[in-house]
């Protein structure tokens, strides 16, 4: 779903700018600033609220590589999110694991539990697939409210950050950081990988036309489920660092709340972008940010940028960027 | 003392009037969201928000109208529907030729911006909204003690089903509403009014669940919460019930309840979760639903 070919408008600019010259390099710059951008950013802003960034910015591209890649509109993606948090949470305090083994036990228990709901909500298409998955996912938020190793309302509390393959003390921020953003380049590189592979343009012509792909013979349920299942686990691998930043995991994260969340965040920076997930989780962490001072709450703002994404660009920020002319003369393709 | 499966005869039958109450609210709110799915081919997530906006305008209606809870019966309802009406004429109406997970995620801001709004002038906590004096007390029936709202509760979202079924299956305008689920260019072509017959529908599904909201407010107490912590239930319902049928929605609606209530007598620790297992089970075994024709 949530494509440009699904919106009208977007067909409308099909006469092409002349691409710019050096659009090759431009784009190759404007990776690299910000990538310079994220190594310096600590010293300008607190690194505690940049590490939360970059979870959510994790979280939100793993959710468009199901949305805005293959077209399913997952609204239980906390499950993997929060029930990383739980599992990584766990193993490093109960079972003393190392950091990266702590995180690796995330990501295997998010991945196996988009399996079990992946195999599920398959049986199923559209609307349904999307009720289903928040009907699961709001299944596990029960289980974590009465399972034991969750404490409940408590959460799990001062969780040790530990010492990275047993030699790197993560307990520093500054430390941390760093290797929160080695992390989520190496997820987004993942992310990316993936997409550009033979599968994720099987993943593609399963959102553009699902009964052409079928009739060349793709078992189309099998590669969507393979997409839930690399989603759910890369939403685990954002979930458990973010246990591990903030030495804890709590019933929030688990909540319909945070599934609505991050298909907001990604809405609002574009859909089907690589960058769009990111920009948007960004967006929406500091507005959250900025709110937390005031009463004001911040459920009516969220419902308020949803409605107006929808009513008015549903290109996102950086989808509705690609698809402007400045971004198509730089050669950034809106339908990738 | 009576025991049935080892299980007083008293509590036995106290968790089951209780799932039956569940379960009237579940087929109440399952059966708006199918008409409105049924033509709109829109999921209302804000069906929630608007089931509490019912049970708030009952209770502000009182506090500020002295309005008495038979007439909020019938005007919260139409209060609702009249707020729906605007909604979809000015908002949802635009996203009908998208696909249609952008008319869920339209509602679901909505849900967010209703909750939160009221949230922020009445606070989380519930408050109490008393049932209407003919209706206090209770009606020993021999096996069990029932309390008279409790009772009117089963036998009102009863009669609203039922009437909302015949009202779709039985009359011209239900004819019409059918026809347009249909094919909906075909019907306009007739010199039928299809974008009323869309608004009304809206309205329609929103007052249901409003008339569901006032029903509710004097058993659970009126909070900014009540909708957001039902709706999801009531998900799983429509994707057991299959959301192609009517009848469907609100069979489904009645022994899922019933079946929640059953769970916390033999088993309590399963009865939040047993709905979607419920719900899970039927999807492995039969896709489409129980009702549900199409996959």
Known sequence: MAHAHSNPEATAGTDAPAPHPQAARIRIAIVLALLMLALIAPLGVYPIFLMKLLCFALFAAAFNLLLGYTGLLSFGHAAFFGGSAYFTAHAAKVWGFTPELAILTGVIGAAGLGLVIGLIALRRQGIYFTMITLALAQMFYFFCLQAGFTHGEDGIQSVPRGHLFGLIDLSHTLTMYYFVLAVFLIGILVIWRFVNSPFGMILKSIRENENRAISLGYSVTRYKLGAFVMSAALAGLAGGMKALVFQFATLTDVTWQMSGEVVLMTLLGGIGTLLGPVFGAGLIVTLQNYLATSNFPVTIITGLVFMVCVLLFRRGLVGEFYASRLGRRLGFNPEN | ?295
């Not at chain 2, 009576?2 to 968790?15: N, R």
């Open chain 2, 1 to 295: 003392m009576t025991m049935i499966f080892g299980i007083p005869l008293q509590a036995f039958m106290g968790q089951l009037l209780i799932g039956l109450i569940n379960g009237s609210f579940y087929a109440l709110l399952s059966l708006g969201l199918a008409v409105i799915f049924g033509l709109l081919r829109v999921i209302n997530f804000a069906h929630g928000a608007q089931y509490m906006l019912g049970a708030f305008a009952a209770l502000l209606l009182a506090m500020y109208g002295g309005v008495s809870y038979w007439v909020a019966l019938l005007l919260a309802p139409v209060i609702v529907g009249l707020t729906a009406a605007v909604v979809e004429k000015t908002m949802l109406s635009r996203l009908y030729k998208l696909d249609h997970l952008y008319g869920l995620l339209f509602t679901f801001g909505l849900a967010l911006v209703i909750e939160g709004t009221f949230r922020y002038f009445f606070g989380a906590s519930g408050k109490p909204y008393p049932a209407p004096s003919a209706l206090s007390g209770a009606s020993n029936l021999g096996f069990m003690v029932l309390p008279n709202y409790r009772g009117w509760v089963v036998v009102a979202s009863l009669a609203v089903c039922i009437a909302t079924w015949a009202l779709i299956e039985r009359t011209k305008l239900g004819a019409y509403l059918r026809a347009a689920t249909e094919n909906p260019s075909l019907v306009q072509a007739f010199g039928i009014n299809v974008p009323l017959l869309l608004t009304l529908t809206y309205a329609l599904g929103a007052g249901l669940a409003a008339f569901a909201g006032v029903l509710a407010a004097p058993i659970y107490q009126v909070s900014p919460l009540m909708g957001s912590n039902i709706i999801i239930v009531v998900f799983a319902v429509v994707v057991v019930g299959g959301m192609g049928s009517i009848m469907g929605a609100i069979v489904t609606g009645y022994l899922l309840g019933i079946a929640e209530g059953l769970t916390k007598v033999f088993y309590p620790e399963a009865s939040n979760i047993v709905i979607f297992v419920i719900m899970a089970i039927v999807l492995i075994l039969r896709p489409a639903g129980l009702f549900g024709k199409d996959v």
